[in-house]
């Protein structure tokens, strides 16, 4: 199966793939490797998913807000391929950043909210490697973010 039939028989609808707020680009692409600008939670209304892991929000919350972060990772790979998913040849690693509490353990928990929605679009080749990374503080609040490398075919 087609990674885009994956999106279909999921239901996945993809957000669209907003431009940088910052000094950097969405995307980088070097040699046969596409980088994904780290993305933040925001949820399927355009909220941003805000809060600290431990305090305001529970595991369960923080998997969804990284399933959400790796939609929007996934819809700036599909805007960098020229819409044409078949150009990845497989996701090489994932950082997620968890804006957690100093007792909060479960950051691999909440990062695998992406890993798995990036799994199962990807299939075999959606493993990756992967840092799930506890933080103070992420960019206006949010409660996770995410980057990524893809290799290209």
Known sequence: MSF????????????????PVGSYVATKVSGKMLFISGQISIDENGN?????LGKDLNTDAGYNAAKR????IIAHVKKACNEDL???????????FVNSTDDFTDQPKVINGASDLISLIFEDAGM??????????????????????????
Not at 69 to 72: E, H, I, P, T, V
Not at 140 to 150: C, H, Y
């Open 4 to 19: 885009e039939e994956n999106l279909k028989k999921n239901n996945i609808i993809l957000p669209k793939a907003a431009n």
């Open 128 to 153: 990756h490697a992967r840092a799930a990374v506890s933080t103070n503080s992420l960019p206006l609040g949010v409660s996770v973010e995410v980057d990524a490398i893809f290799e290209l075919n």
């Open 86 to 96: 078949s150009k990845i040849k497989s996701c090489v690693k994932l950082t997620g």
């Open 48 to 52: 941003l998913i805000k809060g600290k």
């Open 69 to 72: 972060c790796a939609l929007n």
